[in-house]
């Protein structure tokens, strides 16, 4: 019954807290989904294709199949009613080729799945895998975009009569009379090369299927628990009801397992047919050649302006690489790129088309960013480029552009409604801690000695929190239900996935702050179907926003149902709720969060039309995406002799709203900062004409290293979002989207003595040293 | 063909019969149910999988277990004694090293073997040690805070 609880009077939110989940991580015990063990567990292996495009003439399963150890082979013929994988984009006329979870009779990229073992042993599955044999009759692969809408293109899927899965356009303004009244008119195509976005923890899937139940368990490395098992429900004719899911600890997504993979069916349909627990966990080599790649753009810009830097209009089109198939959000994408391309800035005429092409490649899906670090790295190199044509300041381009404080909600140019905005505060933010005139005036120094020293801005802005209903895939909503149980401990669920970001801990201090209950008395849950009422999942940084705005309307329900109880105990219709205690204003006699709790579930008096217990589940929608923000300024040095980069100073002033814990904050900003470093200087995925994957390990990806990374000197302005309750606004992809302009300008501000006017990612020394060999071109 | 091993692991004796052929990681995990080691690449790249062998921190992997006999690990659950987390543990929680957790073990061992060599690292230091542990959440800034941390924390001892 009722414990004597401390009182939390110290106001949490906003306070740099150590996380709750990281005990558990720190000392090997969490459970992500390879250390799940149960009794009789079996462990399958895939076999793939080493082709990218091919007929398969026949499979031979016999000398697996009599392996000691192993219980079951399975090809495309036999899981062919299962399925497909699903895609949630809708766009007009998109061509939706069917998805099975094995190949039926073509394979149509390097790494399809074509068959399964199942067995006793990791090591026998593996054993037995390379015993099956597969007759393919290879055939012409695409794995060029642009090659790819060549009508001599070999096309991906036979069925279509050339590559194009999908054209868009849209048009705001009137672009022919912007361009017919400008001054001056720039054209750059800009690459935005496919990445591979290597999770730490690859994907993973543990299934049981309780038979007499017809219960399907299922374990999975996922950000999306409650989509994935309605989608997956369906794929395999289950009632959802009788699919519970798991996402277990999870070990980094950055969008790539917010998504319904094959393999979360197919070690569902093994189990089920062996009647076994089956586990089957990723390799890195699958990893890379079968989870979802992101960016794969090739896009071209026009930007019109005046001749005082008033920008006029912008035509965009943009060529998504899509790969073979659809996964849930891939044509999606680039139309988050339409949105955001305008940026930061006034002007109201803008011409966007896409392209969506197939090629015989892995998907490219969300990956941190999702869209908009494209649109931002085009928008922002566009007035980095006009900038240094009408010679005017990088940064005052940039104010002269933007919104005022005053303007907002702001309008933009592709219809969306920026909520809340103060661009001007982060830049000059930035450029106060640069020391940003004097950086000009040792980069002229350094110059005059011959140095390659470059300053580069980038100016951002986000779509996030997603979202409102009507503009998203799924529903744009999330969940929280609060339960003050009858000890006065409080047990939060949220229908987001967290893997990472620490809403165990943000969302217990909202909840502290809000019951006045100790954080060491709240315990938040999430992932598991079975315990958390349904909710739509991490991603799109919209985890506080939507899903911490909606734990903060079901605190207030509790608040108002224990006030009431509050009200009986003390005898007074008088009475406040605050600190963890509720006090009667006239006597000043209180009662704790525990006493009511008590009262609330013993239930021997009750007040009038209330109810006994203490629970409050609320579903909660916005009203409106929220737009962060920020600034970035990167000073680097080039070196003439071997074309290396060398970072010298990173400035990030990131406003993501009301801050939560800021020593979280730091941390999603750095991460993200450092994955697109990455873009700018090191990854891209390679195939090669023949479609295979040459850049297919770790050993050949060049995710930065510790030693590669500069140290980022990091500040806040804080402009709240009007569209929740919290003020917050998101921080999971905005060092992500702010990052790789800046770097890039940077470094053709450091050429810019040589001509140099623009370059694509990733911009490796090799790339750079041609550059300043070929004496100016780019 | 299987061969008999015996390794010290955290400090307890341990014997087995293995195939040849086991990597030390999947004795590890699947043999002694130590599942803090993680494998993220199967390569050696990523470093998830970092133990103490003899002292020395290596790839478990990237060896078999029979090269492990007579010899002793140590692994990430042999870090905290007496349910008192190790300073370098610590040092994480305080300063948010990690995020998603999944290379956090292998980062934590490089980190305590760097402090046993270097006692107080400075950045390049730190930086060059964890080179072979890749972090795809945190861009390593928290890290090297966290090991100047428990640096500090060594000497205020």
């Given at each position: 019954m009722a414990t004597s609880a401390p009182v939390q009077t110290?106001?949490?939110?906003?306070k740099a807290i150590r996380r709750k989940e990281d005990p558990r991580l720190l000392t090997g015990t969490a459970i992500y989904v390879d250390d799940i063990q149960m009794p009789g567990l079996h462990h399958a292996c895939i076999v793939r294709s080493p082709h990218a495009a091919a007929k398969i003439r026949s499979i031979s399963t016999e000398a697996a199949r009599k392996t000691?150890?192993?219980v079951g082979v399975f090809t495309g013929e036999d899981v062919k009613?299962?399925?497909?994988?699903?895609?949630?984009a809708a766009l007009p006329g998109l061509r939706i080729p069917q998805h099975k979870i094995l190949a039926q009779?073509?394979?149509?990229?390097?790494?399809?799945?074509v068959a399964v073992v199942v067995a006793t042993d990791k090591y026998i599955a593996r054993d037995a895998a390379e015993l099956i044999e597969i007759d393919y009759d290879p055939t012409p692969a695409i794995a060029d975009p642009e090659r790819a809408l060549r009508a001599d293109a070999p096309r991906v899927?036979?069925?279509?009569?050339?590559?194009?899965?999908f054209t868009y356009h849209q048009e705001n303004g009137d672009v022919d009379a912007a361009f017919a009244s400008a001054d001056v008119v720039l054209k750059q195509r800009i690459v935005s090369q496919r990445l591979i976005p290597t999770a730490m923890e690859t994907r993973g899937v543990v299934a049981e299927w309780r038979a007499a139940e017809k219960l399907l368990h299922l374990y999975t490395s996922t950000q999306i628990p409650h989509l994935a098992r309605t989608l997956l429900a369906g794929m395999l004719g289950l009632?959802?009801?009788?699919l519970h899911l798991v996402a277990p600890?999870?070990?980094?997504?950055?969008?790539?397992?917010?998504n319904v993979y094959a393999e979360e069916a197919l070690i569902s349909f093994v189990a089920m047919r062996v009647g076994k627990p089956v586990k089957w966990i990723e390799s890195r080599r699958e990893n890379f050649a079968v989870t979802i790649h992101g960016r794969g753009h090739v896009d071209h810009l026009e930007i019109v302006a005046k001749k005082d830097g008033t920008i006029l209009a912008l035509k965009v089109h943009i060529l998504q690489d899509l790969g073979a198939y659809h996964q849930l959000l891939t044509a999606l994408i680039p139309t988050l790129s339409v949105l955001m391309?305008?940026?930061?800035?006034?002007?109201h005429n803008v011409r966007a088309d896409i392209t969506g092409v197939f090629t015989n490649c892995v998907p490219t899906d969300a990956y941190r960013g999702a869209g908009r670090p494209e649109a931002t790295h085009v928008i922002e190199r566009m007035v980095d480029m006009l900038a240094a044509e009408l010679n005017i300041d990088p940064a005052e381009i940039r104010i002269k552009n933007y919104p005022k404080p005053?303007?907002?909600?702001f309008q933009t140019?592709?219809?969306?409604?920026?909520?809340?905005?103060?661009?001007e505060a982060p830049l000059r933010e930035a450029l106060r801690i640069a020391g940003y005139q004097e950086l000009r005036q040792e980069q002229a120094k350094a110059r005059t000695e011959g140095k390659l020293i470059g300053i580069g801005l980038s100016t951002y802005g986000e779509i996030c929190a997603f979202g409102p209903s009507p503009a998203t895939?799924?529903?744009?909503w999330e969940s929280a239900t609060v339960k003050v149980e009858p000890s006065g401990m409080v047990t939060v669920l949220t229908g987001t996935s967290p893997h990472g970001q620490g809403e165990e801990t943000t969302f217990a201090q909202i909840t502290a702050d809000e019951?006045?209950?100790?954080?060491?008395?709240v315990t938040v849950l999430h992932g598991d179907t079975a315990v958390v009422q349904y909710g739509i999942g991490?991603?799109?940084?919209r985890a506080t926003a939507v899903g911490g705005a909606a734990l903060y309307y079901a605190l207030q329900e509790i608040k108002t149902k224990m006030a009431r109880f509050g009200q009986m105990l003390l005898e007074s219709d008088d009475v406040t709720l605050a600190g963890g205690l509720c006090t009667?204003?006239?006597?000043?006699k209180s009662t704790t969060v525990a006493h009511i709790a008590a009262a609330a579930y013993r239930a021997l008096k009750l007040p009038e039309g209330t109810d006994p217990g203490l629970v409050a589940t609320r579903f909660w929608e916005p009203p409106n995406f929220a737009y962060p923000f920020g600034a970035h300024l990167v000073v680097t040095e080039v070196?003439?002799?071997?074309?290396e980069i060398k970072i010298l100073r990173y400035v990030a002033v990131d406003d993501?709203?009301?801050?939560?814990?800021p020593l979280l904050v730091a941390g999603q900003v750095h991460g993200g900062v450092v994955q697109a470093l990455g873009q700018a200087l090191y990854e891209q995925a390679v195939y090669d004409e023949?479609?295979?994957?040459?850049?297919?390990e770790l050993m050949d990806y060049a995710i930065p290293r510790a030693h590669m990374v500069p140290w980022l000197e990091c500040s806040h302005t804080v402009t709240p979002s009007?569209?929740?309750?919290?003020g917050v606004k998101g921080v999971g992809e905005a060092g992500t989207i702010g990052c790789s302009p800046a770097v890039v300008n940077s470094v053709v501000d450091a050429l810019r003595p040589l001509g140099v006017k623009h370059i694509d990612m990733p911009m490796t020394p090799n790339r750079i040293w041609n550059i300043i060999n070929a004496g100016a071109q780019a | 063909m299987k061969s008999t091993i015996s390794i010290t692991v955290n400090g307890t004796p341990c014997s087995a019969e293995v195939?040849?052929?086991?990597?030390l990681v999947h004795f590890l995990r699947?043999?002694?149910?130590?599942?803090?080691?993680?494998?993220?690449?199967?390569?050696?790249?990523?470093?998830?999988c970092t133990v103490e062998l003899d002292g020395a921190t290596v790839?478990?992997?990237?060896?078999?277990?029979v090269q492990a006999n007579g010899r002793s690990v140590t692994t990430i659950?042999?870090?905290?004694?007496a349910g008192e987390m190790h300073r370098v543990q610590e040092a994480f929680w305080k300063e948010h090293?990690?995020?998603?957790?999944?290379?956090t073990p292998g980062m934590v061992m490089s980190c305590k073997q760097l402090l046993d060599r270097i006692p107080d690292p400075n950045e390049a230091e730190i930086r060059n040690a964890i080179e072979g542990n890749l972090c795809?959440?945190?861009?390593y800034q928290h890290i090297v805070n966290a090991v100047k941390a428990a640096a500090a924390a060594a000497s205020r001892r």
């Amino acid at each position: 019954m009722a414990t004597s609880a401390p009182v939390q009077t110290e106001r949490l939110v906003g306070k740099a807290i150590r996380r709750k989940e990281d005990p558990r991580l720190l000392t090997g015990t969490a459970i992500y989904v390879d250390d799940i063990q149960m009794p009789g567990l079996h462990h399958a292996c895939i076999v793939r294709s080493p082709h990218a495009a091919a007929k398969i003439r026949s499979i031979s399963t016999e000398a697996a199949r009599k392996t000691a150890g192993v219980v079951g082979v399975f090809t495309g013929e036999d899981v062919k009613d299962i399925g497909p994988v699903p895609t949630g984009a809708a766009l007009p006329g998109l061509r939706i080729p069917q998805h099975k979870i094995l190949a039926q009779d073509r394979v149509y990229y390097s790494g399809h799945a074509v068959a399964v073992v199942v067995a006793t042993d990791k090591y026998i599955a593996r054993d037995a895998a390379e015993l099956i044999e597969i007759d393919y009759d290879p055939t012409p692969a695409i794995a060029d975009p642009e090659r790819a809408l060549r009508a001599d293109a070999p096309r991906v899927h036979p069925e279509y009569p050339d590559n194009v899965a999908f054209t868009y356009h849209q048009e705001n303004g009137d672009v022919d009379a912007a361009f017919a009244s400008a001054d001056v008119v720039l054209k750059q195509r800009i690459v935005s090369q496919r990445l591979i976005p290597t999770a730490m923890e690859t994907r993973g899937v543990v299934a049981e299927w309780r038979a007499a139940e017809k219960l399907l368990h299922l374990y999975t490395s996922t950000q999306i628990p409650h989509l994935a098992r309605t989608l997956l429900a369906g794929m395999l004719g289950l009632p959802e009801n009788k699919l519970h899911l798991v996402a277990p600890e999870v070990g980094g997504g950055f969008g790539s397992k917010l998504n319904v993979y094959a393999e979360e069916a197919l070690i569902s349909f093994v189990a089920m047919r062996v009647g076994k627990p089956v586990k089957w966990i990723e390799s890195r080599r699958e990893n890379f050649a079968v989870t979802i790649h992101g960016r794969g753009h090739v896009d071209h810009l026009e930007i019109v302006a005046k001749k005082d830097g008033t920008i006029l209009a912008l035509k965009v089109h943009i060529l998504q690489d899509l790969g073979a198939y659809h996964q849930l959000l891939t044509a999606l994408i680039p139309t988050l790129s339409v949105l955001m391309v305008p940026g930061l800035y006034k002007f109201h005429n803008v011409r966007a088309d896409i392209t969506g092409v197939f090629t015989n490649c892995v998907p490219t899906d969300a990956y941190r960013g999702a869209g908009r670090p494209e649109a931002t790295h085009v928008i922002e190199r566009m007035v980095d480029m006009l900038a240094a044509e009408l010679n005017i300041d990088p940064a005052e381009i940039r104010i002269k552009n933007y919104p005022k404080p005053d303007e907002f909600p702001f309008q933009t140019a592709t219809g969306l409604v920026y909520d809340s905005g103060n661009y001007e505060a982060p830049l000059r933010e930035a450029l106060r801690i640069a020391g940003y005139q004097e950086l000009r005036q040792e980069q002229a120094k350094a110059r005059t000695e011959g140095k390659l020293i470059g300053i580069g801005l980038s100016t951002y802005g986000e779509i996030c929190a997603f979202g409102p209903s009507p503009a998203t895939p799924a529903g744009g909503w999330e969940s929280a239900t609060v339960k003050v149980e009858p000890s006065g401990m409080v047990t939060v669920l949220t229908g987001t996935s967290p893997h990472g970001q620490g809403e165990e801990t943000t969302f217990a201090q909202i909840t502290a702050d809000e019951l006045g209950v100790s954080l060491d008395h709240v315990t938040v849950l999430h992932g598991d179907t079975a315990v958390v009422q349904y909710g739509i999942g991490t991603f799109g940084s919209r985890a506080t926003a939507v899903g911490g705005a909606a734990l903060y309307y079901a605190l207030q329900e509790i608040k108002t149902k224990m006030a009431r109880f509050g009200q009986m105990l003390l005898e007074s219709d008088d009475v406040t709720l605050a600190g963890g205690l509720c006090t009667c204003n006239k006597t000043g006699k209180s009662t704790t969060v525990a006493h009511i709790a008590a009262a609330a579930y013993r239930a021997l008096k009750l007040p009038e039309g209330t109810d006994p217990g203490l629970v409050a589940t609320r579903f909660w929608e916005p009203p409106n995406f929220a737009y962060p923000f920020g600034a970035h300024l990167v000073v680097t040095e080039v070196d003439r002799e071997t074309g290396e980069i060398k970072i010298l100073r990173y400035v990030a002033v990131d406003d993501c709203g009301n801050v939560i814990n800021p020593l979280l904050v730091a941390g999603q900003v750095h991460g993200g900062v450092v994955q697109a470093l990455g873009q700018a200087l090191y990854e891209q995925a390679v195939y090669d004409e023949t479609g295979q994957l040459i850049s297919g390990e770790l050993m050949d990806y060049a995710i930065p290293r510790a030693h590669m990374v500069p140290w980022l000197e990091c500040s806040h302005t804080v402009t709240p979002s009007p569209v929740n309750p919290l003020g917050v606004k998101g921080v999971g992809e905005a060092g992500t989207i702010g990052c790789s302009p800046a770097v890039v300008n940077s470094v053709v501000d450091a050429l810019r003595p040589l001509g140099v006017k623009h370059i694509d990612m990733p911009m490796t020394p090799n790339r750079i040293w041609n550059i300043i060999n070929a004496g100016a071109q780019a | 063909m299987k061969s008999t091993i015996s390794i010290t692991v955290n400090g307890t004796p341990c014997s087995a019969e293995v195939e040849p052929r086991l990597l030390l990681v999947h004795f590890l995990r699947d043999n002694l149910g130590l599942t803090g080691t993680h494998i993220g690449c199967e390569t050696s790249i990523c470093g998830a999988c970092t133990v103490e062998l003899d002292g020395a921190t290596v790839k478990s992997c990237s060896l078999f277990a029979v090269q492990a006999n007579g010899r002793s690990v140590t692994t990430i659950e042999g870090l905290a004694t007496a349910g008192e987390m190790h300073r370098v543990q610590e040092a994480f929680w305080k300063e948010h090293g990690l995020q998603c957790g999944f290379c956090t073990p292998g980062m934590v061992m490089s980190c305590k073997q760097l402090l046993d060599r270097i006692p107080d690292p400075n950045e390049a230091e730190i930086r060059n040690a964890i080179e072979g542990n890749l972090c795809r959440c945190t861009g390593y800034q928290h890290i090297v805070n966290a090991v100047k941390a428990a640096a500090a924390a060594a000497s205020r001892r």
